[in-house]
């Protein structure tokens, strides 16, 4: 057999097993088939409360013009994010709840990590850029309409979004540039890299070595920012004597700290670890609880806790009593 011959069946062979795999299949919560049905109905119920949340929190900062302020127009991006986030997530985790064998295409897969990613960094991005805002507006009052100016505002909110498209398209392309010759089952409930990275049929070390490395890099460059800015934040606090003064500060500061504990505690867990010790079911749980429950409790907290909120919700429903009288 010539050289030649024997390089073309080599190649052959490659190229068979790098695209051995078309499908994936999804096992979700396959190992508690009793708990599916009441899983399917809980988290249908999730996902269409998340959906009006952040729809109402979105279309009432659009009517509203008063609210047009970057401490508002950032918290629109957010509830864009939080509602895209969950649409990516959670449909196709309904269809592997209510099917006995859910597959998903190779290219679906791809598709759905790549807007994971970018919903999850853009998230981290804009809960750094809102720790800012907090900081401009408590700790420098005066300067605040310069610090947070409408030109800071746009840089910010897009820096936040082709930051995470930048990261999001690297790291998506490289995951699925690897062969992947089976098994093809994902033991999660999405087609996030770290699950699908345990199928891949190649040596990981340097892609490892890069994630946890960029992936560091772009969670805690924004909560550094975020922690220092709330150590100046809470020593501004303290000095207020308004005791009013204190106690609105603290109000718009929760509201933020509650959603950046929810979003960093759980998913860090996933992300900062090039060979998770938490088994699979553990994973999953996490993986819950900044897909489902970090997008569902957004809203509430935000315009549960906050007054402008509340009067600006109740206005618009207000205008729309009398349309209806008229």
Known sequence: MSPRTTQGSTSTMRRQNDSSVFE?????????????????????????????????IISVIFL?????????????????????????????MLVVLSTERATISFRYCFAQMYFILLFGVTECFLLGSMAYDRFAAICHPLSYPVMMNKGVFVKLVVFSWVSGTMMTTVQTTWVFSFPYCGPN???????????????????????????????????????????????????????????????????TCASHLTSVTLFYGTASMNYLQPKSRYSPDTKKLMSLAYSLLTPLLNPLIYSLRNNEMKRAVMKLWQRKMVFRTM
């Open 24 to 56: 994936f299949i999804l096992l979700g919560f396959s190992d508690f088939p009793e708990h599916q049905p009441h899983m399917y109905g809980a988290f249908l119920v999730i996902y269409l409360v998340t959906m009006v949340g952040n729809a109402l």
């Open 64 to 92: 509203d013009h008063s609210l047009h302020i970057p401490m508002y127009l950032f918290l629109q991006n957010l509830s864009v994010v939080e509602a895209s986030f969950s649409t990516t997530i959670t449909p196709e």
């Open 185 to 251: 089952e994902i033991n999660h409930i999405s087609c996030e890299s770290p699950a699908v990275l345990e199928l891949a049929c190649a040596d990981l070390f340097f892609f490892e070595i890069y994630a946890f490395a960029g992936t560091t890099l772009l969670v805690m460059v924004p909560f550094l920012l975020i922690l220092l800015s709330y150590i100046r934040i809470l020593f501004a606090i303290l000095k207020m004597s308004s005791t009013t003064g204190r106690q609105k500060a603290f109000s």
